[in-house]
């Protein structure tokens, strides 16, 4: 059966609950693809020896470079005294340092240690070279299809996680 006739389809559930779409293979591949990066997350979180807030706390810092304990606090989502919690559990395993503001005597930073930076990009990278590399399957206009598609998806979920997503991934 191709695509178009899947998206017209509709599955009854087993539960007598209203009908839903059939979704496509991409879709439900895309959907797959999302739990499998929740497992991963949860390896990672293990690799590691950090929690899941925490976890997002060190993607911030790895991802951002180092940061002020407020703007971490504002990218997780939790208040200021819960964020302090973060960093000293950060700190006390060894995956950041505070340090002095380099402008502002005042404040210091969250700064992910070089080892804990090393050892996290030891189980990303692999993955993300191997997935990188899935493109080279693809002719150069096969891989503009799959681009414009993906910034679709992306625009999609922006839209509907709200304004904390806004920025996330965006260029810089």
């Known amino acids: 059966m191709d695509d178009a006739a899947d998206a017209t389809r509709t599955v009854e559930p087993p539960d007598g609950g209203p009908s839903v779409p059939m979704m496509r293979r991409s879709t439900v ?9 929740d497992d991963f997350e949860r390896r990672l979180g293990q690799e590691l020896s950090v929690n899941p807030t925490d976890l997002e706390a060190m993607e911030h810092l790895l991802m951002s470079g180092p940061l002020g304990p407020s703007e ?18 950060l700190v006390e395993l060894g995956h950041v340092t505070r340090e002095d503001h380099p ?24 993955m ?5 590399a899935e493109l080279d399957n693809f002719t150069a206009e096969q891989q503009h299809t799959i681009t414009t598609y993906l910034e679709g998806v992306v625009s999609v979920y922006r839209t509907h996680a709200g304004p904390a ?3 996330r991934g965006a260029p810089r």
Do not use: G, H, N, Q
Not at 72 to 89: H, Y
């Open 29 to 37: 591949l895309l959907r797959e693809l999302l739990e499998l990066s």
């Open 72 to 89: 971490l606090s504002r990218r997780l989502s939790i208040s200021t005294a819960s964020t302090t919690k973060v960093v000293d559990r």
């Open 103 to 126: 402008t502002d005597r005042r404040s210091v930073l969250v700064v992910p240690t070089a080892t804990s930076r090393a050892r996290a990009l030891s189980v990303l990278m692999p």
């Open 128 to 132: 993300i070279f191997e997935i990188d």
């Open 165 to 167: 997503s806004a920025t």
